[in-house]
T-cell receptor, first 112, second 115 residues
Framework: AQTVTQSQPEMSVQEAETVTLSCTYD???????LFWYKQPPSRQMILVIR??????QNATENRFSVNFQKAAKSFSLKISDSQLGDTAMYFC?????????FGAGTILRVKS | KAGVTQTPRYLIKTRGQQVTLSCSPI?????VSWYQQTPGQGLQFLFE???????NKGNFPGRFSGRQFSNSRSEMNVSTLELGDSALYLC??????????????FGPGTRLTVL
């Protein structure tokens, strides 16, 4: 069975600072994909970043980057220069068989 | 391109009734997936349709069903509603035919309340 665990229910960070959200997963597959989605108060699920498991290089998207440790089955998200608009619920997700398995989410609050 | 659209955005039903939710994918996308989001269970996969065929199914009772039309629009139906069916229902679309994983893009969701 595929599982995703996010051990931080809530986090807060000051504007302009850096924060890291943790995610671990379990899968018996060798080729898979990992995602971070954000869900702001509007409830619209927005893709943040995607990582292919066969790629060793960590994905980056502007202020967002991941630390992908395949052997440890760890996939953390780093947000640099945090902005008030980053306030949202963040979900880590594992894709297999054209379906996503989500973690429980981490609420991130950016404070001014 | 226009994003994924879902109608209606809000719905209130009573126990025992049935409901139909609609999802229009991004133009050109042929795969549509449905997810249920609740405070207790989180985000759970319901099913995925590709080219009018159900390709994947999650662990939900038979009261939950869906279909996809030739224009890739999808509907989800829940019969004999229960209080526990109150949730945000999210639809996501992807190209679906790349041979590898496609990123799924989500709609704004339909908030269903069962009284």
């Amino acid at each position: 069975a595929q599982t995703v665990t996010q051990s931080q229910p809530e986090m807060s960070v000051q504007e302009a600072e850096t924060v890291t959200l943790s995610c671990t997963y379990d899968t018996s597959e060798n080729n898979y994909y990992l995602f971070w989605y954000k869900q702001p108060p509007s409830r619209q699920m927005i893709l943040v970043i995607r990582q292919e498991a066969y790629k060793q290089q960590n994905a980056t998207e502007n202020r967002f980057s991941v630390n992908f440790q395949k052997a440890a089955k760890s996939f953390s998200l780093k947000i640099s220069d945090s902005q008030l608009g980053d306030t949202a619920m963040y979900f880590c997700a594992l894709e297999y068989g054209n379906k996503l398995v989500f973690g429980a989410g981490t609420i991130l609050r950016v404070k001014s | 391109k226009a994003g994924v659209t879902q109608t209606p955005r809000y719905l209130i039903k009573t126990r025992g009734q049935q409901v139909t939710l609609s999802c229009s994918p991004i133009s050109g996308h042929r795969s549509v997936s449905w997810y249920q989001q609740t405070p207790g269970q989180g985000l759970q996969f319901l099913f995925e349709y590709f080219s009018e065929t159900q390709r994947n199914k999650g662990n939900f009772p038979g009261r939950f069903s869906g279909r996809q039309f030739s224009n890739s629009r999808s509907e989800m139906n829940v019969s004999t509603l229960e209080l526990g069916d109150s949730a945000l229902y999210l639809c996501a679309s992807s190209p679906g035919d790349s041979g590898s994983t496609d990123t799924q893009y989500f709609g704004p969701g339909t908030r269903l309340t069962v009284l």
